[in-house]
């Protein structure tokens, strides 16, 4: 089972910053986080991971607090293409390879 | 660099056939990976492949499905005797290492058990 927590929804004007929280709050101290998002009947599509230290790509941002327990995925600028069903995931790389996907939270950006 | 590709992208089978989906990883990946998507619920993994090897089935129902990864040729997952049941979004997945460090996805095959 995934060992996440994210909230069902929310939603963020285009042009806007959208942060996705997610609470792991059982994490071990070598488990990665993990950021994929669904578009509507697409593959899921790899966003960011990250172990301790805050991670920027061309994508997104994905912040890691001081203890680990909880990270956010920051948008920095949300377009309408952006609107999604975004999953946080912990995992434990070259241990088990398989993605444990929770529910995810779906992120609805309006114009 | 062509993505996962993964054919047919829609498939329709009536109760009792067999469904072959094909999953061809994309260049230098060596990993490959099968997931089912159930309508309105998330992915599962079901198996995890290397190149003529099985390494994690523990997703696999234990009857009726079965994968393989040939030295050539794309990876194949097999439902033998459909049922209603089965009717999912089935997506591969590859990577270049043996870890879920960055799988990349394919578009997804669609089967609709009639």
């Known amino acids: 089972d995934a060992k996440t927590t994210q909230p069902p929804s929310m939603d963020c004007a285009e042009g806007r910053a959208a942060n996705l929280p997610c609470n792991h709050s059982?994490?071990?101290?070598?488990?990665?986080v993990y950021w994929y998002r669904q578009i509507h009947s697409q593959g899921p599509q790899y966003i960011i991971h990250g172990l301790k230290n805050n991670e920027t790509n061309e994508m997104a941002s994905l912040i890691i607090t001081e203890d680990r327990k909880s990270s956010t995925l920051i948008l920095p600028h949300a377009t309408l293409r952006d609107t999604a069903v975004y999953y946080c995931i912990v995992f434990l790389t070259g241990a088990n390879s398989k993605l444990t996907f929770g529910k995810g939270i779906t992120l609805s950006v309006r114009p | 660099n062509a993505g996962v590709m993964q054919n047919p992208r829609h498939l329709v089978r009536r109760r009792g056939q067999e469904a072959r989906l094909r999953c061809s990883p994309m260049?230098?990946?060596?990993?490959v990976y099968w997931y089912r998507q159930l309508p309105e619920e998330g992915l599962k993994f079901m198996v995890y492949?290397?190149?003529?090897?099985?390494?994690?089935e523990s997703g696999m129902p234990k009857e009726r499905f079965s994968a393989e990864f040939p030295k050539e040729g794309p990876s194949i997952l097999r439902i033998q005797q459909v049922v209603r049941g089965d009717s999912a979004a089935y997506f591969c997945?590859?990577?270049?290492?043996?870890?879920?460090?960055?799988?990349?996805f394919g578009p997804g095959t669609r089967l609709t058990v009639t």
């Open positions: 260049k230098g990946h060596s990993h």
């Open positions: 492949l290397q190149k003529e090897n099985i390494i994690d």
């Open positions: 059982t994490i071990s101290g070598n488990e990665y």
């Open positions: 997945a590859s990577s270049a290492i043996g870890t879920a460090y960055e799988q990349y």
